[in-house]
């Protein structure tokens, strides 16, 4: 991991630093800026394998920084908050980050989440020329809703392949219930958080008894599900 590049988007210039002085321990070079105002355009022609990125940030805010990375770039984003409630922790993933960490941290876990998700990155998914979106042994194929393990198909109902398309796009990446219903639903109908913790109960048991793990489907209290 020797010379890849990290950004830090930190107003609190002892955070900051901390986080460079830790990080240049794994070899990570870092690009520091103190306020939000040209973080996306640094991103944009900086290319770094990792963004830290705090919530709240003079001259633009962490959440829109993200989501205007999002539009171009899919480079992993940890956001640092000191705004512990639920709504801002769920915002943050909605927005498209990757993990976050609550204010005070510990720098060796800030590295450690790191390497956790550069490691996922390098077992993305990978999209065939097919369109065909594979990860851990499953195979989706979205033009003909078919889903395979090894040399089985699995039989989903639409909402099920959705809803395992939206996780196995990001895996890792937390998706929201609502988000999940987003992805899953065309006709724009609401349902309940029941109706997709029963779906997803229901793609487990299905996924499970194909690949022996009923942990692929990962809950995450209080957020909604992961895949990995």
Avoid: W
């Avoid at 070899?27 to 709240?56: C, H, Q, R, W, Y």
């Amino acid at each position: 991991m020797n010379n890849q590049k990290i950004i830090i988007v930190e107003d609190e210039e002892k955070i900051a630093q901390i986080l460079v002085d830790y990080l240049a321990r794994d070899g990570f070079k870092t690009i520091v800026l103190n306020d939000g105002t040209n973080a996306v355009e640094t991103i944009k022609v900086s290319d770094p394998v990792f963004v830290i990125l705090d919530l709240m940030l003079p001259g633009k805010d962490g959440l829109s920084i993200c989501t205007e990375v999002r539009r171009f770039s899919t480079v992993p984003i940890l956001m640092l908050t000191a705004r512990v409630d639920e709504i801002d922790r769920l915002l943050g993933l909605e927005m498209g980050a990757d993990d976050y960490v609550c204010k005070p941290f510990l720098p060796r876990e800030v590295v450690a989440r790191i390497r956790t998700i550069l490691r996922r990155v390098q077992q993305h998914p990978t999209v065939t020329t097919d369109e065909k979106i594979e990860y851990r042994g499953i195979v989706l194929s979205p033009e003909r809703f078919l889903c395979r393990i090894g040399e089985e198909e699995i039989d989903l109902t639409p909402v099920e392949f959705r809803m395992l398309q939206a996780l196995m796009s990001h895996p890792g990446r937390v998706r929201s219930r609502g988000s999940l219903m987003k992805s899953s639903y065309q006709d724009d109908r609401i349902v309940s958080d029941r109706t997709i913790d029963s779906h997803i109960k229901n793609l487990r048991k299905k996924l499970s008894e194909a690949v022996d793990d009923d942990e692929i489907i990962h809950s995450i209290y209080g957020v909604g599900y992961k895949i990995e």
